[in-house]
C-alpha cells in the first residue's frame, strides 16, 4: 500500500513538473507593433523593432501574469543601458549588448497585472535601443492619465550623463558607462508633476558653440533639433505627436567652457549666443504655437561665469516680451552641481535639481 502510494506521489510531482514546463512554453511573442505597447519620446517604429533613440524614449505596458521576457538589442557594440520601472519602483539599469537580441526574464508580482516601463539610459549618439517585443502570456496598454506635457532641451546635464557610477566607477569604461537618463532632472521632476515628457539632448552640444568646437567641425543645437537622432542626418524628421505645455530649455554650459585646452578656443561672443538663442526659440514658438517657454541657467557655472550667462538670458526674455508679446521665464540654480562624474551632477543632485524646479514649472504650468 505504500509503495502505491509513493508511486501516486511521484507521479503527481511528476505532473506538476510537467504542467510547470508547459506553463513557460505558452508564454506568446508580441511584436513591437502591437498596440498594447505606449512609447514616447525621441523613437522610430517599424515592424521589425522600435528604435529607442533620445534620452529617457520609452515604451509602457502591462503584463497579464507574473513572467516576462524582455527582448532588446543594442544597435552598437559592445552594450548600451535601458532603465527599468516595475509597478511605478525603478529596478535598476540593464546592459543591453549589441552582438544579439538579449532576452530579460522578470518574475513579477502575484499580480493581475504589472505595469513594465523601459526607458532608454543613454542618448541618441549613443545608439539606438532596439526594442523586439515581449514574451508573456498576455499584456494590455497603460492609460495616460497625466495632465502636463514638457519637453527638455540641453546637454549632457539634460541627458543624465555622468551621472550614475552605481556600475562602473567614473573614469572607468566608456562615456555611456555614467549615463542614467530615467534618473536626470527632467524626467524626475515630469514625475513630480505628472506629465509627460521629451528629452532633446546631445551632449557637449550648445546654443552656437560647442564644448570643444566653434561649430566648425561639430554641429550646435539648432542644426540638429529637428532631426529625430539629433544630428546632421536629416533623412528622419523629428514630427512626433507630442505638443508640449512648457518647452525648457537649458543650453549654456558648453557655449562658455573653455575646451579642452588644447584647441583653440575663442572668448565667449555674448551677442552671437543671444541672437542665436533668439532664433531658436522662434523655430520653437513655430513648432508649438501655444506652448510656453522656460530657460534655465546652468547648474555647472557660477560666479562671473554665471552672471554673463544670466544677461543673455534676460535679453532673450526682453525681446520676445517686447517683439512677440511672449512671457519667457528664466529659472536661475542657486549653486553648482558637481558631485558626479566630471564635475558633472549626480543622480542624488538630479532629485534635488528637480526638488528645487517643481515650484517653478508647477506655477507656469497653471499659469
Not at 521576457?69 to 559592445?78: A, D, G, T, Y
Not at 525681446?319 to 512671457?327: C, Q, V
Request: charged fraction near 20%; hydrophobic fraction near 35%; glycine fraction near 6%.
Amino acid at each position: 500500500m505504500i509503495t502505491k502510494y509513493l508511486k501516486l506521489s511521484l507521479y503527481c510531482l511528476t505532473l506538476v513538473m510537467i504542467m510547470s514546463c508547459k506553463k513557460d512554453k505558452e508564454l506568446l511573442l508580441f511584436n513591437p507593433n502591437n498596440p498594447s505597447f505606449n512609447y514616447s519620446g525621441r523613437v522610430f517604429i517599424n515592424s521589425n523593432a522600435v528604435s529607442l533613440i533620445g534620452s529617457a524614449s520609452s515604451v509602457v505596458f502591462k503584463v497579464k501574469g507574473n513572467f516576462v521576457n524582455l527582448l532588446l538589442q543594442s544597435e552598437f557594440k559592445p552594450r548600451n543601458y535601458v532603465a527599468l520601472v516595475i509597478n511605478g519602483k525603478y529596478q535598476k539599469r540593464y546592459t543591453i549588448t549589441g552582438d544579439s537580441i538579449n532576452k530579460i526574464n522578470l518574475k513579477l508580482p502575484e499580480n493581475e497585472n504589472n505595469t513594465i516601463e523601459i526607458y532608454k539610459a543613454t542618448e541618441a549618439a549613443s545608439g539606438e535601443v532596439l526594442f523586439h517585443g515581449v514574451e508573456a502570456f498576455d499584456i494590455a496598454s497603460v492609460t495616460n492619465s497625466n495632465t502636463y506635457s514638457i519637453e527638455f532641451i540641453g546637454d549632457s546635464i539634460t541627458c543624465g550623463a555622468l551621472s550614475d557610477n552605481s556600475g562602473i566607477d567614473c573614469n572607468q569604461g566608456e562615456y555611456i558607462d555614467q549615463h542614467n537618463a530615467y534618473l536626470a532632472y527632467g524626467p524626475r521632476l515630469s514625475r513630480l508633476l505628472n506629465a509627460n515628457f521629451v528629452l532633446s539632448s546631445v551632449s557637449g552640444i550648445g546654443m552656437y558653440r560647442n564644448w570643444n568646437d566653434e561649430n566648425i567641425e561639430q554641429p550646435i543645437m539648432p542644426q540638429v533639433y529637428d532631426n529625430l537622432s539629433l544630428n546632421e542626418d536629416d533623412s528622419k524628421p523629428y514630427n512626433i505627436n507630442f505638443q508640449p505645455d512648457v518647452v525648457s530649455i537649458c543650453l549654456g554650459t558648453n557655449d562658455m567652457s573653455q575646451g579642452d585646452g588644447v584647441k583653440e578656443r575663442l572668448p565667449f561672443n555674448s551677442e552671437k549666443y543671444t541672437s542665436n538663442y533668439i532664433e531658436f526659440v522662434k523655430t520653437i514658438y513655430k513648432r508649438y504655437p501655444n506652448t510656453k517657454v522656460a530657460i534655465l541657467n546652468s547648474p555647472m557655472i557660477q560666479g562671473e561665469g554665471n552672471d554673463t550667462l544670466v544677461k543673455c538670458l534676460n535679453k532673450v526674455k526682453s525681446y520676445f516680451k517686447i517683439n512677440a508679446e511672449k512671457d519667457i521665464e528664466i529659472f536661475q540654480f542657486d549653486k553648482v552641481y558637481p558631485n558626479g562624474c566630471n564635475y558633472h551632477p549626480s543622480v542624488d543632485e538630479h532629485k534635488e535639481m528637480a526638488e528645487k524646479l517643481k515650484p517653478f514649472f508647477n506655477k507656469l504650468l497653471k499659469k
